[in-house]
């Protein structure tokens, strides 16, 4: 088989691969809410309504039903406290941003961190300083794997 043969292939296997599950994209007024709720914990609806006020007047009817999109999507879970519903977030954001990450990788870079990277520095993505970080965490990790 050819290299361009085996590339497409293996990209066709990547774009098609339904096995995993792909990062559900946030909208915009999604985001807003997630980063509130990432940033300030548990909150209810009327929190996080009262808190996009100021960028974002909504009705309480538009907030939660974000906040049930939000759980469908995975990102949120609530309890119940008498009749209120306190929404939380199921994982961190880095947990979140590295499932988008990963995502680019694989779509973009042929499952290839190294593309990424590579690609990342040729077009000054990350910087001296960033890479110098970088290069300390992995040698730490390095470390640790001894």
């Not at 909208?27 to 940033?39: A, N, P, R, Y």
């Not at 990450?101 to 690609?119: K, P, Y």
Request: aromatic fraction near 6%.
């Amino acid at each position: 088989m050819t290299s361009a043969l085996l590339y497409v292939t293996r990209c066709n296997a990547t774009m098609f691969n339904t096995s995993k599950q792909r990062p559900r994209a946030l909208g915009e007024l999604e985001q807003l809410l997630m980063e509130f709720i990432w940033s300030r914990g548990p909150s209810t609806a009327e929190a996080c309504r009262a808190a996009l006020v100021p960028v974002r007047p909504l009705k309480d009817s538009t907030i939660r039903t974000v906040l049930r999109r939000l759980e469908e999507k995975g990102f949120l879970t609530h309890q119940v406290e008498g009749r209120t519903f306190l929404y939380q977030a199921t994982q961190p954001r880095r947990h979140f941003a590295a499932r988008a990450v990963q995502h680019i990788i694989d779509r973009f870079c042929g499952g290839s961190v190294e593309q990424l990277l590579v690609g990342m520095v040729e077009n000054k993505v990350l910087k001296p300083k960033d890479l110098e970080q970088l290069a300390r965490r992995v040698a730490r990790r390095r470390g640790e794997k001894r």
